[in-house]
């Protein structure tokens, strides 16, 4: 499928893909939106350049995908924004089922913070030297990852603890 | 100075685990800094947690505080007090069926939620809207995005001090859930937009009321800016409160009025135009300060841009369906189901299976909510439920700039800055 790309994607997309020629893995698009999955250990240095050099320097979101039973199971999803030519692309990495674990890109946006927090507590995905990897919607006291496929719908049974109602604890 | 092992200070009930984490990670905040000392003699220091039933914290936001004396030294936010998991819920619901969910994200501006996740379902399916569709989207949206800012005005306001002022502004607010009752039926979760068009049409009556609202709206407006303008406590309070820098606020992701009265003109009716925004007329209303003050300037302005943009819509309104008709991608009219077989099934069909985007297809759409730019990603797997559907929530973006905004203020400045942010829970926690 041939790309069409107007003319400040199309700058960013060849750019990239000239620099990191042996780091970008494919461009697609979908809906009209750009997606560049890129090797998951390389997104630092490929963000660093996004940002200083392609005026990236705007992250609206990051998100995670359980891609369930295809092979390197978890893709990371990075939303990202040019003020300056008015572009918005996705950049995507993957990593495995065991032990998932990627590079956070907190030093790179400083707004990747919560984001990650949120992609840890809802698949498990590690990041590697975020400054405050928590849950940050179910408690710690929670040891399931509810957006992956696995976990039912309706919840497991026993998993939370719930506050006592009376005042007494008991 | 080093408020040391808060662990063995404050006493937990229940989430132990979760407690002792959030503690902890209170306690390593700026550790970077240089311990000047651990000696506290005067046991000005205290940890102070703040919500998550405080009625000022607009909604179920918890803030764990560590003081010296008034002054917040750091401080951390928990938040999932809300969390329903709408994601997983919409993993397993048609487009359509998910569409009352988002009414309860943000709950201050349900029409604005239901016009992002249409559009953004419509994008990914290639759905075609008609041109009158999207102008009535535009006044439910714009309606919303007074009412949420009213509620803002009112509350924040009120959290400065003044508590009249409320009730004024939710006399307006009132207006607005009477025009919604016209318009769909519903006052509050209003669920009015429907994939590929509106539910129902404007009637008369709801029209008669949009224009009144929007001629005597001005009034009302002008009211509040001789009341506020000028008002000694109001300025004390919010001028340089809760300062977010401007090269801050787009490495912190600020979004919405938050990121605009830091001075960056962002705003995703201009930035990425949907429905028909780029055919009417507005301005987007921008500060340099970046302090509360800014922010109330900007969300002043912005409500009256939306008059001037209903009022636009109002003249523009075109003739002709409000759906798209298409059995195959948007409900039928009434009158075909009722009196038709084919209308009937495909009515059926639609609530059963809905519409499918093609399998692998995958799209984010962003709407210019009241707090900011709501996005929605959708990844389909060619059958009526999404694969995955991610929500991009203004005000979980802003909850962040808050945790960095915090350190160093006053602690009786809390809730205003937090009245100055306008974070809805339900939103952030999804």
Known sequence: MTLQLSEPLKKTVDSLTEIFSDKVIEVYQSSGDTFIRVEADSIIEIGMYLRDKLHFVYLSDVFGIDRYTSDERFEVVYNLLSLKTKTRIFIKIRCEEENPEVESVTSVWPAAGWNEREVFDMFGIQFRNHPDLRRIFMPEDFQYYPLRKEFPLLGIPGSIELPSTTPDND | ?430
Request: hydrophobic fraction near 35%.
């Open chain 2, 1 to 430: 100075m080093k408020l040391t092992d808060i662990q063995s200070k404050v006493h937990s009930t229940f989430f132990n685990e979760h407690q002792k984490k959030l503690y902890q990670s209170l306690e390593d905040k700026h550790t970077s800094i240089e311990e000047m000392d651990d000696g506290d003699p005067l046991t000005t220091k205290m940890i102070l947690n703040m919500g998550p039933q405080h009625p000022a914290t607009h909604g179920v936001l918890r803030l764990v505080l560590q003081l010296d004396g008034e002054t917040i030294e750091k401080n951390k936010l928990d938040i999932g007090y809300l969390h329903r998991g709408v994601e997983k819920i919409a993993e397993n619901k048609t487009y359509q069926e998910f569409m009352p969910y988002t009414d309860r994200m943000d709950y201050l501006s349900p029409y604005s939620n239901n016009v992002a996740l249409c559009t953004a379902v419509e994008k990914i399916a290639g759905v075609e809207v008609p041109e009158r569709a999207h102008y009535i989207r535009m006044i439910g949206c714009e309606l919303a995005r007074i009412s949420s800012h009213l509620l803002w005005l009112g509350t924040m306001v009120m959290d400065a001090g003044a508590i009249s002022f409320f009730i004024w502004t939710f006399k307006e607010r009132e207006k607005i859930y009477d025009i919604m009752d016209r318009i769909g039926g519903h006052r509050f979760t209003i669920s009015h937009a429907r994939i590929g068009g509106v539910a129902n049409d404007l009637t008369d009556e709801a029209t008669s009321h949009i224009k009144e609202f929007v001629n005597t709206f001005p009034n009302e407006l002008r009211d509040y800016h001789k009341l506020l303008d000028r008002n000694r406590i109001f300025f004390d309070r919010n001028e340089a409160v809760g300062v977010l820098k401007t090269e801050d606020a787009l490495k912190i992701g600020a979004t919405g009025p938050v990121l605009r009265a830091c001075g960056y003109a962002l705003d995703i009716r201009k930035f990425t135009p949907y429905a028909r925004y780029n055919e009417v007329d507005f301005d987007i209303p921008t500060r340099m300060e970046g302090d509360n003050l800014a922010r109330y300037y900007v969300r002043m302005e912005e409500m009256s841009e939306s008059i001037r943009i209903i009022q636009q819509c109002l003249e523009k309104l075109p003739n002709g369906p409000i759906r798209a008709d298409n059995a195959k991608q948007a409900y039928p009219s009434k009158d075909e189901v009722y009196y038709s077989m084919e209308g009937m099934i495909h009515d059926f069909m639609m609530t059963d299976t809905g519409i499918c985007p093609p399998e692998g297809a995958e799209s984010y759409h962003a709407v210019e909510s009241p707090k900011g730019e709501l996005g929605y990603y959708i990844q389909s797997d060619g059958t009526g439920h999404p694969w995955r559907l991610k929500i991009k929530a203004p005000s979980f973006s802003n909850l962040q700039v808050l945790e960095n905004v915090l350190d160093g203020e006053m602690v009786a400045d809390t809730v205003v800055i937090i009245g100055g942010l306008d974070p809805v829970l339900g939103e952030a926690d999804k």
